[in-house]
């Protein structure tokens, strides 16, 4: 379903169902911060900031928190890691040294940037540390209960998940006193105290009313969140919405072992690298958050997940794609500010939502970001670059906006760019040869130039009419043109491109191609 054809966005749709059952919200969203945060990770907290927005737009009482599984233990050695981390493989990612070094653990190297973001994008959540909470005791009446039902917690997991758990299965982990591994099994309990064996051979006794000695594992730990915080609603990818997946077992958890009704569930698809997959922290097939952040507004980055529904499978493309993204959140922009008509005026809403931090007087300036790619390239500086734009009649209207967009511009095109967009305009006429037929084309097209009004459309029908007349086709003119100026054959569009570069500067170039030709 494609909500926006309704003109109702996806967003409120969620957020009326939600009043529907009760006026006060608990939204909650989590990620474990064991590798780069990634656009992947990010949906989800987007989708969930978004509802929560709906929600107070609608005057209900919302509250959003974000859960970092901070407690959560280092799986493995991933590919971005060093082999020195073999030995903390199974601690607590809060208890393991940061990659960098300029970190308190390594959980808060990958969470920082994500939290940086998270501001910048207007995400404004109520942050907890899993290894914080559970420090706090904030778990430990729950993790009473799920001991007391350790038989109906084996018993739900074996049945929906297919799983084959043991007897002596039980559903905590301990962390172990002596390797500060997340390994500890429980072979006795008697509450308060839980004997335990580890993996290292260590054999010790645990006192469950202090805080921090050990997790749930994450199946019981879900469920078990959702009641100490009265969440009432909860996005998540569809991993975990896979039949006898996590929130099937958790559904049946919280119902029978905690007496909490779940929360309202909403599942959101994957993005996708472009022509590569799903993204995943993991194998480093993925965009960190902080990372892509740097190459694009926030606003334009909200307006990717707004704009689709969350169930909308994304393939999301760093390179050319984020500039089409960016134009088209452009157009958008004019729908909504009425510079543009439209069939997207229906979608104002989308651009609202968009929106880091809610919308601020007057339209920003309506240069998009692929001709403001165009003046990066010409520009030394953001001055000139504003010069360019002015002589180009565009009225600037946000000039702070607009030096955001120039500077993101900028690192794209150092870091996402594909070549073919890149350029370099020579500084000097460069050594190429003419041939008659360009050279009779260069000055007559210098003639018509120095009579012309200086824009876009007005230099490109100029540059066509003058290729007929001088016997040469079209293509062959553009191509002599982007010679003459970058020492290559192509170029961007250039009706834009010239009337960039100013009219005295291509006037003086084409002249300095005609004399070099002459000498020559
Ligand atoms: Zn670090
Ligand atoms: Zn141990």
């Avoid at 109906?152 to 591994?181: A, D, H, Q, V, Y």
């Amino acid at each position: 379903m494609n909500f926006l054809f309704f003109s109702v966005h996806w967003a409120d749709v969620v957020a009326e169902k939600l009043i529907e059952k009760g006026n006060e919200h608990t939204l909650a969203t989590a990620i474990t911060p064991s590798g780069p945060i990634h656009v992947g990770n990010l949906r989800e907290v987007i989708t969930t900031e978004a509802i929560y927005r709906a929600l107070k737009d609608k005057g209900a009482e919302a509250k959003l928190i974000f859960i970092a599984d901070t407690f959560d233990p280092l799986r493995k050695v991933y590919p971005f890691l060093s082999k020195e981390y073999e030995k903390y493989v199974g601690m607590p990612i809060s208890d393991i040294p940061c990659p960098c070094g300029k970190h308190k653990n390594y959980a808060e190297h990958f969470l920082e940037p994500f939290i940086e973001t998270m501001d910048e994008l207007g995400i404004n959540a109520i942050i907890y540390r899993a290894h914080e909470i559970y420090k706090k005791g904030a778990y430990n009446e729950t993790i009473k209960t799920a001991l007391d039902k350790a038989d109906e917690i084996r018993e739900i997991l074996n049945t929906i998940s297919g799983r084959n758990l043991p007897s002596s299965w039980m559903p905590f982990n301990i962390k172990c006193k002596k390797c500060g591994k997340m390994n500890g099994e429980i072979y006795k309990y008697d509450y308060p105290y839980a004997y335990y064996k580890c993996k290292c051979g260590y054999e010790g006794k645990a006192d469950l009313r202090i805080g921090g000695i050990g997790k749930l594992p994450w199946r019981v730990d879900w469920p078990a969140r959702w009641k100490i915080f009265n969440v009432t609603f909860e996005a998540f990818g569809k991993d975990h919405a896979a039949s006898g997946g996590s929130w099937e077992t958790g559904r049946e958890i919280s119902r029978k072992v905690f007496g909490y009704s779940p929360p309202m569930p909403l599942v959101y698809e994957f993005i996708h690298l472009k022509g590569r997959g799903a993204m995943h922290g993991s194998t480093g097939l993925a965009v960190a958050t902080d990372e892509i952040i740097k190459a694009i507004s926030p606003e334009v980055l909200r307006f990717l997940f707004m704009k689709y529904e969350p169930y909308r499978h994304i393939e999301f493309d760093p390179g050319m794609e984020l500039l089409d993204l960016a134009d088209e959140y452009g157009r958008y922009e004019r729908a909504y500010f009425g510079i543009e008509e439209g069939k997207i005026k229906e979608a104002k809403r989308v651009y609202e939502l968009s929106q880091p931090y809610g919308i601020k007087g007057n339209a920003p300036s309506v240069i998009s970001y692929r001709h403001l790619a165009i003046i990066a390239q010409i520009a030394k500086n953001f001055g000139e670059a504003k010069k360019i734009i002015e002589r180009s009649g565009i009225a600037i209207r946000n000039e702070e906006k607009l030096k955001e967009r120039y500077e993101k511009v900028i690192y794209w095109l150092k870091n996402y760019a594909p070549e073919e967009i890149k350029f370099e305009v020579k500084k000097e006429m460069p050594e190429i040869e003419l041939s008659e037929k360009e050279k009779k084309f260069l000055i007559l097209l210098n003639k018509k130039f120095e009579e012309l009004d200086w824009n876009a459309e007005k230099i490109h029908s100029t540059i066509h009419e003058t290729a007929k007349i001088s016997g040469i086709s079209s293509r062959k003119a553009f191509q002599c043109i982007y010679k003459i100026i970058l020492g290559k054959k192509n170029g961007p569009r250039a009706g834009y491109f010239l009337q960039s570069l100013g009219k005295e500067f291509i006037i003086k170039r084409i002249n300095d191609a005609i004399n070099l030709n002459h000498k020559a």
